[in-house]
């Protein structure tokens, strides 16, 4: 389901938060002694607040923050029925990108498949560093720039093109193809408002940057940052016996993982 549609019961009830996030989100807790009322948690990104609000049934002083309000509307009526006032835990960041939350308020920072639509990634990362508390961590979560299909028009390759009229072609061949997300299933969209629509998306709300351009950034903020595997993913150990240079940890698998792989975790830490 996507941030225009209405959170539901349903939809709620079926959602998880990755298991690697919660595991590293208790260990931060336990380094910090906190209890989980008193444990601070930013969802950056956060949409209708599903995150956010699976988060407070469990008993964590969850927060998110969202440059697009719009979203809001559909997670307040379910925040309503489980006993939560929405602007108490939901805010939108103003128009210089800064959320309503006083300095080193938090205590862990996540996101999921928002790295990729920040416009300046060095301002919400300046803006996420003076949200974290001392020791406070946190995981984003990720495509890779050079994942072989983009994972919102679900077009193969097109974020690979630079953005004007070679993309936009691609974009064309694709939707001429029927390779597309169907955004309208109710209606019949003509195939030129398909095409504006999805290009507008590719250039202006996807700015895909490498593993290592985003790890970068976080570390110019003084932020440390590292590559995890939030996929599970690696060899039987059969075949990385007989193949050393295909084990998990090798230089070919990593490569291969931070430059194409379905998903990248980067695991943060303030430094101050």
Same mark, same amino acid.
């Given at each position: 389901?996507?941030?225009?549609?209405?959170?539901?019961?349903?939809?709620?009830?079926?959602?998880?938060?990755?298991?690697?996030?919660?595991?590293?989100?208790?260990?931060?807790?336990?380094?910090?002694?906190?209890?989980?009322?008193?444990?601070?948690?930013?969802?950056?990104?956060?949409?209708?607040?599903?995150?956010?609000?699976?988060?407070?049934?469990?008993?964590?002083?969850?927060?998110?923050?969202?440059?697009?309000?719009?979203?809001?509307?559909?997670?307040?009526?379910?925040?309503?029925?489980?006993?939560?006032?929405?602007?108490?835990?939901?805010?939108?960041?103003?128009?210089?990108?800064?959320?309503?939350?006083?300095?080193?308020?938090?205590?862990?920072?996540?996101?999921?498949?928002?790295?990729?639509?920040?416009?300046?990634?060095?301002?919400?990362? !300046?803006?996420?560093?003076?949200?974290? =508390? +001392?020791?406070?961590?946190? %995981?984003?979560? *990720?495509?890779?720039? $050079?994942? /072989?299909?983009?994972?919102?028009?679900?077009?193969?390759?097109?974020?690979?093109?630079?953005?004007?009229?070679?993309?936009?072609?691609?974009?064309?061949?694709?939707?001429?193809?029927?390779?597309?997300?169907?955004?309208?299933?109710?209606?019949?969209?003509?195939?030129?408002?398909?095409?504006?629509?999805?290009?507008?998306?590719?250039?202006?709300?996807?700015?895909?940057?490498?593993?290592?351009?985003?790890?970068? !950034?976080?570390?110019?903020?003084?932020? =440390? +940052?590292?590559?995890?595997? %939030?996929?599970? *993913?690696?060899?039987? $150990?059969? /075949?990385?016996?007989?193949?050393?240079?295909?084990?998990?940890?090798?230089?070919?698998?990593?490569?291969?993982?931070?430059?194409?792989?379905?998903?990248?975790?980067?695991?943060?830490?303030?430094?101050?």
């Amino acid at each position: 389901m996507s941030n225009n549609d209405q959170l539901t019961a349903e939809e709620f009830d079926a959602f998880r938060l990755h298991p690697l996030v919660l595991d590293r989100l208790e260990a931060c807790r336990q380094k910090t002694r906190l209890s989980k009322a008193d444990f601070r948690i930013v969802d950056w990104g956060c949409g209708r607040g599903k995150t956010v609000l699976w988060l407070r049934e469990q008993g964590y002083a969850a927060y998110g923050v969202d440059v697009d309000s719009r979203p809001f509307a559909n997670g307040i009526d379910l925040f309503r029925r489980k006993g939560y006032r929405f602007d108490e835990c939901i805010g939108a960041l103003d128009q210089r990108g800064i959320a309503p939350f006083p300095d080193g308020f938090f205590h862990f920072v996540l996101s999921d498949q928002v790295l990729e639509h920040i416009t300046d990634l060095d301002a919400a990362i !300046a803006e996420m560093r003076r949200l974290m =508390a +001392a020791g406070a961590e946190g %995981v984003h979560i *990720f495509p890779p720039h $050079r994942r /072989l299909v983009e994972p919102h028009l679900y077009m193969p390759c097109v974020h690979w093109l630079p953005k004007g009229p070679l993309r936009k072609c691609a974009i064309a061949l694709c939707v001429l193809v029927g390779i597309e997300p169907h955004w309208w299933p109710p209606r019949t969209i003509g195939y030129r408002e398909k095409l504006r629509t999805y290009y507008a998306f590719s250039v202006n709300e996807t700015f895909y940057r490498s593993d290592a351009e985003i790890r970068a !950034a976080f570390v110019a903020a003084g932020i =440390a +940052a590292e590559c995890i595997d %939030v996929c599970n *993913f690696g060899f039987r $150990r059969t /075949l990385t016996d007989a193949l050393p240079f295909l084990a998990p940890d090798s230089r070919v698998i990593r490569c291969w993982y931070t430059t194409f792989a379905a998903d990248l975790g980067l695991a943060i830490k303030s430094d101050r």
